[in-house]
């Protein structure tokens, strides 16, 4: 994920910054310091998220919300709660309050990345050979393989190809992780470097451990809040 970190306080910033690089899915991060240039920025395009502070100079976060028009996900930063009812009128992904704790911005980075997720779907639902939500279409050497996403279990990469794992069988496909990341809706996460799941087919997590039925697969530290937090009755 590439994104845009906007707040006048430094050490906000580099809050922020520390917490994405905890959770090991930031392609790059960007800061500025008022709401000119964040708006200026977002405006260029090549972002998929932004931490908006409300309180910035020049031009304040309610302003660039306003002007983004819901183009980009937002998460709100701010040290008072007054706007949080207001935000939600920009469809904002999350609303944190300051001080940052780890656990909190866990979830709103998992919010971030649904929307992402749900923009994306919207956005090729209508153009041509749009992706259906229920299925995944790949090349398997010559041939071009449907995949039900519903019959996912996992995906495995290893050097440039990826395996998708099905409840029977599999296919192997040239593709990297990071865009079915793009590409896939919100079920799938990324547990570690090398795996993604379908967090519902999930049985058990025990330490450094997801059980998907009889596959045991390795839960990468940096990615276990991320997990946790999608899964109901944990966040």
Known sequence: MRYLIADDDPLVCETVESFLARL???????????????????????????????????????????ALAGDVPVVVISASAA????????RVADYLLKPLAFPRFVQAVARLREARAARHLTQTAAAPA??????????????????????????????NYVEFVLAEGSVTSLMSLKKLEDLLPGDFVRIHRSYMVNWRKIGRIEEGVALL???????????????????PGLS
């Open 83 to 90: 706007f949080g009812a207001a935000s939600y009128e920009f």
């Open 213 to 231: 039925g009889k596959h045991r697969l390795p839960l990468g530290e940096s990615y276990r809040d991320a997990l946790l937090a999608r899964l």
């Open 130 to 159: 749009a992706l259906d939500a229920r299925d995944l279409f790949v090349k398997e050497g010559s041939k071009i393989v449907r995949v039900p996403l519903s019959q996912l279990l996992f995906i495995k990469a290893e050097s």
């Open 24 to 66: 090991g899915d930031t392609a790059f991060s960007v800061v500025a310091n008022d709401g000119l240039s964040a708006l200026q920025l977002l405006t260029a395009g090549g972002f998929d998220a932004v931490f908006l502070d409300l309180d910035l100079p020049g031009l304040d976060g309610p302003s660039v919300l306003r």
